[in-house]
């Protein structure tokens, strides 16, 4: 009866939501990092408040991501091909969003610290989150542009039994 209700990206709805709701998360991280760099060599600590704000807004909506990332990889009849892809992307995404809260939650105890002073080992810390995040867009870029997820050539072929 489900198998009815999908249209033919094998979705419930038009499109994918989880990379709208992604790429939401990812331009807020990308930007509270930009904010904190740039306020920490301006010294424009309004800045801080504008960065802290940022992480915490992405911190609750990567979870919206990855509920719905869940949801539709589910439904994407992966093949074996992508299965290696698509695990790891699944992994990094939930070890991103528990990372995401430990930083907002360092970001909180340094704002409440001091508003007007960031450390650079909090800096090294947020490249390291923008590798991540940037690493975790690579191998999401894959499943769907090298991979097709959810593409309707693809969906096609995998109902046929063409993929394996």
């Not at 939401?24 to 424009?44: E, K």
């Not at 909506?61 to 509920?67: H, P």
């Not at 719905?68 to 699944?90: D, I, R, S």
Request: aromatic letters at 12%; glycine letters at 6%; charged letters at 10%.
């Amino acid at each position: 009866m489900l198998l009815l209700l999908l249209n033919s990206r094998n979705l419930p709805y038009p499109d994918p939501l989880h990379p709208i709701i992604v790429h939401f998360v990812i331009a807020m991280v990308f930007f509270s990092v930009f904010c904190d760099v740039v306020g920490h060599i301006t010294g424009n600590f309004k800045l801080f408040e504008v960065s802290f704000w940022n992480l915490l807004v992405a911190s609750v909506s990567s979870f919206l991501a990855i509920i719905f990332g869940q949801f539709e990889a589910g439904l994407a009849q992966p093949y074996e091909v992508v299965k290696p892809v698509l695990n790891l992307h699944t992994i990094i995404g939930w070890s991103l969003a528990g990372l995401i809260v430990m930083i907002t939650a360092l970001r909180y105890v340094i704002r409440i610290r001091n508003l007007k002073k960031i450390s650079t080992a909090y800096l090294g810390i947020a490249t390291i989150l923008i590798i991540l995040v940037t690493f975790q867009v690579y191998l999401g870029t894959r499943l769907v542009w090298v991979y097709g997820l959810h593409i309707e050539p693809v969906v096609q072929a995998a109902k046929e039994g063409i993929l394996q």
